[in-house]
């Protein structure tokens, strides 16, 4: 068996991938996580209400056990409006695994046939209290979807939740290339709002060198920073200033990772440059 049921020191339950020998959502558990970093930090009820009657779109990049999306759509239920979920993973299993555990893991709420379907056809949609939910899966390596003619098609989205193994384990998904490839995949005039659970230096000035911009986020579990970015300052909250910049400038772990080998390194003389010449810092 590859994954496991885990219950966590605060009593909730989670899965945890024997392979990978990793948790999901290991400290607050799998709905307290979601709604930290994603529903309330990215304003999801609030955006969505006063999005109007075009679709809503999330990426959901991590799928995972499904608990960051089902928790999402548990948050919106009481608000009106469409919202379409494209997920990617490379795998479904850790889902089909979540299905068979619904009730123990506890954040499923009533969307098991959805779920369902979802693994079925690779694509699902259903009524979502107030609102409706279209949700497609997109499995295999994210990289190469990402890299492909067809990733052209994806809609582009209004948020993103980014929930990748972290760059030691995973370091294929927190390269340079991959966060431009995002980027520049996004709608100039649609704005959107990428969080994720990492705080670290190396993170934040690879999203900056990617085209984004990027502010501090809200705590979760043992972390008391998260990482907010986006494709407009205005849904920053607390935007990263040139004292971020200087401690940037001093860390040993920096540089942007430009392929799939995880490595720690200083800034280097071009990164400084082009981090200065941001938009985010030259007016400061």
């Known amino acids: 068996m590859g994954y496991q049921l885990v219950q966590l020191k605060n009593g909730s339950w989670s899965v945890r991938s024997l392979a990978e020998g990793e948790t999901f959502h290991p400290v607050v558990g799998p709905v307290a996580e979601a709604e930290a970093l994603y529903v309330r930090q990215l304003r999801l009820p609030e955006r969505l209400a006063a999005h109007g009657d075009s679709e809503f779109v999330v990426w959901d990049v991590g799928l995972g056990a499904a608990a960051n999306v089902l928790t999402v759509l548990s948050a919106l239920r009481d608000v009106p409006g469409r919202v379409r979920v494209v997920s990617f993973d490379h795998t479904l299993e850790p889902l089909r695994f979540a299905l068979r555990h619904a ?22 949609e259903a009524v979502n209290g107030l609102g409706t939910v279209k949700w497609e899966v997109h499995d295999g390596d994210f990289p190469t979807l990402l890299a492909s003619p067809a990733s052209d098609a994806w809609p582009k989205p209004h948020a993103i939740l980014f929930d990748a193994y972290s760059p030691a ?62 494709n407009t300052p205005e849904l920053l909250v607390a935007p990263l200033d040139r004292a971020w910049l200087g401690r940037a400038q001093r860390s040993t772990s920096a540089e942007p990772m430009t392929e799939a080998v995880y490595r720690q390194a200083p800034l280097s003389a071009a990164s400084e440059a082009a981090l200065r010449e941001h938009p985010m810092f030259a007016a400061a």
């Not at 370091?171 to 431009?180: C, G, I, Q, V």
């Open 169 to 230: 384990k995973n370091p294929a998904m927190w390269t340079l290339p991959l966060f431009r490839g995002i980027h520049a995949r996004l709608d100039p005039a649609r704005p959107c709002a990428l969080a994720t659970y990492s705080r670290a230096t190396l993170l934040r000035v690879t999203l900056l060198l990617a085209g984004w911009s990027v502010g501090a986020g809200s705590a979760t579990g043992e972390k008391e920073e998260t990482t907010i970015a986006a």
């Open 103 to 124: 009730e123990a893991l506890g954040y499923f709420s009533g969307h098991e046939e959805l779920v369902a379907t979802l693994l079925a056809e690779k694509r699902a």
